[in-house]
């Protein structure tokens, strides 16, 4: 086939490949839409975060470690004390921070205590004086040292207010970035952790507000500190390519040069001179409106259609499958007339050897009605593998021997892995190099278990970012090439191939003997003159059923036991298998489909409670009511949460079912709730194991369900939220989430108060 021909046929394919893989992974372009991001001007306090230059200018500032920065979490602090003569004027909860403190207008005198005289005044001489001697209430203007120390007292409250909302943001950030390193440690071969850089926006495509230029990064938990630490990678950089082919009137050729060019310099997404230097050279090429804002610069300067701003980001994102920019490199080299790889044209068929794979598959994969010999897994003496193989994996085997390319696809379960770990005997055997290449690197791990482990030294795995796998694998190839005894080995070798030639032998033998046998059960049945096949047999059977059926059914009363005492006892032990806390996880049972609230209602409702349990909150702090938080699990996973709050100290069991509010919409829809809870819970304090062991308590199950029960049963609560209102008037429940003037209307209600 013509050189021409042969590359337009690799241009369709390899195109037709991309645009498969492009329609199946949706790349985001939104930074807003990532797993999880954070702002690096976030972290804007000096006292607990450390910042490393990036500024090759600068190298005396640059961490040689690759370290970016440190973040130690802030600690709350207490609330500057009053003066002692105001702590009787002021209102409870004046020391929480959320709240704005109040005094009380006016208070009675504290009573002195009567004397022994005064004590044995008569009664009706007591009651005479009584309207004479009434304390006069003390009113708190009336003093204005009294005002002037509360005004004193407040203003250095407010700075300490200031502070304690500073660090909250802080500790969130923190929350922040502990759970975006989480969620890469559980699945960190499909996500990763980058810095990037160069906020990009397009006034006309609303999707595209990213970064356009990323480095990998890698957080470390220093936990006796409870400091996160970021580092660098050995990943070099690279520019978010792909979004740009969203953009209209926008060339990616034009700044893929600069690509190249800040990988071959090394330019790293913090470093503000060459990095910005970099983003606004991308900026210029990109389009004729267009802006570039520096770290200071707020707004663009008038209506430009591209805007590129300096503007760090920490993101948790799904990792790029690298298999689209592969092809897109494919595409340019074939379409620049690189020569098409031999293995590539003969599976388009334009080479000989093509051709005559193509038409022999066609023949092989025609149908026959016989059973051949050769469809037996016979061994070949040509084929070395370590392990067992059937009929299907022998031919994949003899296949590759003589094809550039073979496909094997099939279910999970089949043996695809098993058989590559007996391919990689076979070629090892050889003498041949082999590559091994997969999307994750579970999958390779999984292979090289089942690769014999005499044959795992010589497999040079690397894997992820951990690099001891191979330098382990280098390490014992080095040591077994200076300690073998090669003139030994070749004489043993020759022996285990003269036994393993007998034993072939014998074993074609055997087989051939087998098939006999086999064949001749398929022999035509001659009975009563008549000759039955083994189809005809079975289809007479069938229609005789019940004169023919050799277990009797309906079972008549005396018929034996059906089961031997092995069969019974497993059937018994299975009973078992059910663990105490996946019975209480079924006990709880499943909302009904009309019960579930739609996202949006759900974050709107979870919000409502939050402001309302802050609200109760204050109430109960002014001592007339008292607030009594019930756990009512609607599921196995909210269950998981009450039984763990239940261990927290007092002191931190509201914080941390602040927390759990907070990020519900994460753990309650995550297929790993009890690991997300438990690093919750390690950010309070509780090591994994406590956690653990809360989690798996029977007892406090127990008594949440009982209180869940006795709600359902005698108060009719169905769901939550629900508030029960009770005192010496009466009670009642209210569903759902109630404003705050119904709940006060209720409230007062049950006090007795009119206003």
């Not at 704005?100 to 005044?121: D, G, N």
């Not at 800040?262 to 997404?269: D, L, R």
């Not at 910005?276 to 900026?283: A, M």
């Not at 000989?352 to 025609?366: F, H, L, P, R, S």
Request: aromatic share 8%; with cysteine; hydrophobic share 35%.
């Amino acid at each position: 086939m013509p050189q021409q021909n042969m590359q337009e046929l690799a241009h369709a394919l390899f195109q037709y490949i991309k645009e498969v893989c492009q329609l199946t992974q949706k790349e985001i372009f939104d930074v807003d839409k990532q797993p999880a991001w954070v702002l690096l001007s976030q972290l804007n306090d000096p006292a607990c975060v450390k910042l490393y230059s990036r500024d090759t200018v600068d190298d005396e500032t640059v961490n040689n470690d690759g370290k970016l920065f440190s973040f130690r979490k802030p600690e709350f602090t207490a609330c500057p004390a009053p003066d002692a003569s105001l702590l009787r004027w002021l209102q409870p909860g004046w020391e929480n921070y959320r709240k704005q403190p109040e005094y009380k207008e006016s208070i009675l005198p504290p009573q002195k205590e009567a004397t022994e005289f005064e004590s044995e005044v008569p009664e009706e001489v007591e009651k005479k004086d009584a309207g004479q001697l009434a304390p006069q209430p003390e009113f708190f203007k009336d003093d204005p040292a009294r005002v002037a120390l509360y005004k004193s007292w407040l203003e250095t409250r407010n700075a300490w207010v200031e502070r304690e909302k500073h660090t909250e943001r802080l500790r969130d950030t923190f929350t922040d970035l502990y759970t975006m390193n989480h969620e890469y440690s559980q699945q960190p071969d499909a996500l990763e952790i980058v810095i990037g850089n160069g906020l990009l926006t397009d006034k006309e495509n609303k999707e595209i507000h990213h970064p356009l230029f990323f480095k990998r990064v890698q957080f470390t938990l220093d936990a006796v500190n409870n400091t996160l630490e970021l580092y660098d990678t050995d990943e070099p950089p690279q520019m978010y390519l792909s979004m740009f082919s969203d953009m209209e009137g926008v060339n990616v050729d034009i700044v893929r040069p600069l690509e190249q060019k800040a990988i071959e310099e090394n330019i790293h997404p913090l470093d503000h001179h060459e990095c910005g230097d970099f983003l606004r050279s991308v900026t210029h090429l990109l389009h004729a409106s267009n802006c570039y804002l520096n770290e200071n610069e707020q707004t663009a300067h008038g209506d430009e259609r591209i805007v590129v701003r300096w503007e760090p980001y920490i993101i948790l994102r799904k990792k790029p499958n690298g298999i689209i920019k592969a092809l897109e490199t494919i595409l340019t080299d074939v379409d620049q007339g690189a020569p098409v790889p031999p293995t590539v044209g003969d599976i388009l068929g334009g080479t000989e050897k093509g051709k005559k794979e193509n038409t022999e598959e066609a023949e092989n994969d025609a149908p026959s009605d016989e059973f051949e010999a050769h469809d037996l897994p016979l061994e070949d003496e040509d084929i070395l593998l370590p392990k067992p193989a059937n009929r299907e994996q022998m031919g994949i085997v003899r296949k590759i021997e003589h094809s550039s390319t073979v496909l094997v696809q099939g279910p999970p379960g089949t043996g695809k892995t098993h058989t590559i770990a007996n391919l990689l005997g076979h070629f090892l055997a050889q003498g041949k190099t082999v590559l091994v290449t997969s999307q994750t690197s579970k999958a390779l791990m999984v292979l090289k278990d089942k690769v014999p482990k005499e044959l795992q030294p010589l497999c040079v795995a690397a894997m992820g970012d951990n690099q001891a796998d191979m330098q382990r694998s280098i390490d014992s190839i080095i040591e077994h090439t200076t300690t073998c005894n090669y003139a030994s080995q070749r004489r043993a070798a020759e022996q285990w191939k003269a036994s393993r030639h007998q034993t072939l032998t014998e074993l074609t033998e055997a087989r051939k003997l087998v098939y006999a046998i086999r064949h001749k059960e398929f022999e035509p049945i001659v009975y009563d003159g008549d000759s039955w096949s083994t189809a005809k047999a079975a289809d007479y059977v069938a229609q005789h059923e019940s004169l023919l059926a050799l277990i009797p059914a309906p079972v008549k009363k005396g018929a034996p036991f059906p089961l031997a005492p092995d069969e019974l006892q497993w059937l018994y032990a299975s009973n078992e298998q059910l663990t105490a806390q996946e019975e209480r996880e079924l006990a709880v049972g499943l909302p009904s489909e009309n019960e579930l609230m739609d996202t949006e209602q759900f974050a709107e409702g979870l919000e409502l409670q939050q402001n309302l349990n802050l609200q109760l909150q204050n109430i109960n702090a002014g001592g007339k009511v008292k607030l009594v938080f019930a756990d009512f699990p609607i599921d196995a996973k909210s269950m998981k949460g009450a039984m763990l709050a239940r261990c927290m100290p007092a002191d931190k069991y509201f914080d941390f079912l602040s927390l759990l509010f907070k990020k519900q919409l994460t753990w309650g829809l995550s297929f790993k709730t009890e690991k997300l809870l438990t690093s919750y819970a390690e950010l309070e304090g509780l090591s994994a194991e406590k956690a653990k062991a809360c989690m798996e308590d029977d007892d406090a199950a127990k008594e949440i369900m009982s209180v869940r029960q006795d709600a359902m049963e005698k108060l009719q609560i169905q769901g939550t939220p629900s508030f029960l209102i009770r005192s010496d008037l009466g009670e009642e429940v209210l569903p759902g989430v109630p404003d705050y003037e119904k709940l006060k209307e209720v409230l007062n209600k049950y006090l007795g108060v009119n206003k």
